[in-house]
Nanobody
């Protein structure tokens, strides 16, 4: 059974920084894309950033230049460094990992971690 465990959320003032982590564990054969999504109150879930197995990254326009996604393949972990945080970044952040187990490829989701940015 695969588990994704997130950590690093919290409350911060505008302009501050937080670093999110998401570690995948279990019988994992291979990992493809790793990504972070977020859902703000009253809004739909949106993609924040993604990173392929080869290290190619993509970002939502709203976070470009402020957030950085990275991964440690040896640890099956994806990170999201968030700098210059704004109140509009307040949301529950979820990691998403596309990986292969003995039953094939599928997406897995973390439990979510709250990020609150105050003005």
């Amino acid at each position: 059974q695969v588990q994704l465990v997130e950590s690093g959320g919290g409350s911060v003032q505008a302009g501050g920084s937080l670093r999110l982590s998401c570690a995948a564990s279990g019988r994992i054969f291979s990992i493809n894309t790793m990504a972070w999504y977020r859902r703000a109150p009253g809004k739909q879930r949106e993609l924040v950033a993604g990173i392929t197995s080869g290290g190619t990254t993509n970002y939502a326009d709203s976070v470009k230049g402020r957030f950085t996604i990275s991964r440690d393949n040896a640890k099956n972990t994806v990170y999201l460094q968030m700098n210059s945080l704004k109140p509009e970044d307040t949301a529950v952040y979820y990691c998403n990992v596309n990986l292969m187990t003995g039953t094939g490829w599928r997406d897995y989701w973390g439990q979510g971690t709250q990020v609150t940015v105050s003005s």
